[in-house]
């Protein structure tokens, strides 16, 4: 008999506890589970893939890797039925498939978790996680008890800390990635398919799902791990692909026969150069951003912190901990409802994103660029300069198109965002690409205090290994910047000081001297 993959209880109609059951992923006549070969797609200006391929055994972690723009995203967006490929053909354990729509994908046992999250934000928890396949009682009418005793299955595999009844709009962004992730594999399909999944996860959080993924291995099922975080892929995977300008750069490689300098060579084309962060040869300065006992709406309380120019603060917690809400409070977007928030030691009440702005100089790097940061389907060069259209406004009100380039492309530049041209709808940018436009509108603006939330979320080495000089030299020049990551080693290496958040208040403050195995040390102490 065929091993059978269990799948969380749920109890029927009449109340008694039933275990649902699927058979797993396996090859067929000693077949691949899944074969796609020679794919091709383009578009204007771009050929996104050029004859990509790849290959996938059931009871596999694959690892999909490769630069900003290489072709991951699009070569997923194939898979799933999102894009149709202009070349090339899919197998599934040796047939021939095509799927015009996501839909066909997933009647393939394809499930898939996007990098850009797609949850129906006024829809609870519980319906966004059995969206595609809500249990019905009598007469056909949708079965809501049933829904959340099922979701909640799935949310508690991962540990996730969230009412299966609470709207998705009230949930951070790392919760709703949870949910997310909860809705892809609640799908149990043969071939899973996650997207930069630990994008914005804690590293508890992503040993609790890299656990379900091991598990989901050994019962058959077959993945697909798109990452930027080498550490991670090698901490979980099987086997790797590397893409590169659309195509495979060497042949797919066990895990054991590669190292992290052997990727990145196949991912830039050359060897890497390890690329310490210079010494800052500028001091402190004074105190720019001052909270003291500050409260929020959002759930902050007693908070007190001072960020100095020349200064790195770093924020760190685990989901829930409160750190966005309070860059949100910081800004305007959630209000401050208890104590003072100081700007350059004035008193402050901020009550927006534009009074931030425009009367103290304090720009936001949102880690929800696709809502927040961008406007999707305006061009690169509107995104980058709406935060200083007052400057380019000639006497009459109107802005010359030449002024803007030529004030954009520097930044562009700078940052190596990758565009056809500078008018490309930001929509259709990648979605690390996407994050630089974001930072780079905020550079443009010339802050003085720069909050930023996951800088580096979808974000390749190399781009990655450059954004962390940016930040840098920005420091070196007086500016103050609050860094709210999730990556322990990025927060790690740059922040000067690092507060742990728990709960809405900040339990503990590290002196950073670097040194990561003390350090990382330190914070979970704080946060258990």
Known sequence: MDQERMVPEAQDQAGSTTTATLPPGREANGRPLLEMQGIRKAFPGVQALDGAELTLKAGEILALVGENGAGKSTLIKVLTGLYQPEAGEILIEGMEVRFPTPRD??????????????????????????????????????????????ARGWLDMLEVQVESRASVDDLSIAQRQLVEIARAISREGRILVLDEPTASLTPHETETLFG?????????????????????????????????????????????????????????????????????????????????????????????????????????????????????????????????????????????????????????????????????????????????????????????????RKTVQPFVERLEIKAPSLNTVVASLSGGNQQKVSLAKWLAAGVDVLIIDEPTVGIDVRTKANLHELIWELVQRGLGILLISSDMPEIVRLADRILVMRRGEIKGEIANDHDYEKTSELIMGFIH
């Open 212 to 404: 379900v993924l091991r598990r989901l291995r050994d019962q058959g099922v077959g993945i697909i791990f798109v990452s930027h975080k080498l550490e991670e892929v090698f901490a979980l995977c099987d086997n790797i692909v590397v893409l590169r300008d659309g195509k495979n750069a060497g042949n797919k490689t066990a895990i054991a026969e590669i190292d992290r300098d052997g990727v990145v060579t196949r991912m830039v084309g050359r060897a890497p150069v390890t690329q310490e962060l210079p010494e800052r040869t500028e001091g402190r300065g004074g105190p720019i951003l001052e909270l003291q006992h500050v409260n929020t709406s959002s759930g902050g309380r007693d908070i007190s912190l001072t960020l100095h120019q020349g200064e790195i603060v770093g924020l760190y917690g685990l989901v829930g901990a409160g750190r966005t809400e309070l860059a949100r409070a910081i800004i305007g977007i959630d209000k401050v409802t208890g104590g003072q928030v100081l700007v350059k030691g004035k008193k402050a009440t901020i009550r927006s994103v534009k009074s931030a702005l425009a009367r103290h100089r304090i720009g936001y790097v949102s880690e929800n660029r696709k809502e927040e940061g961008l406007i999707q389907m305006l061009p690169l060069v509107s995104n980058v300069s709406i935060t200083i259209w007052r400057k380019l406004q000639n006497l009459v009100g109107w802005i010359s198109s030449r002024l803007e």
């Open 105 to 150: 994908a997933m009647k393939h046992g394809i499930a898939h978790m996007p990098q850009e999250r797609n949850l129906i934000p006024y829809f609870s928890v519980g319906e966004n996680i059995m969206l595609e396949s809500l249990p019905r009682g009598r007469f056909g009418l949708v079965d809501y008890d049933r829904i959340h005793r099922e």
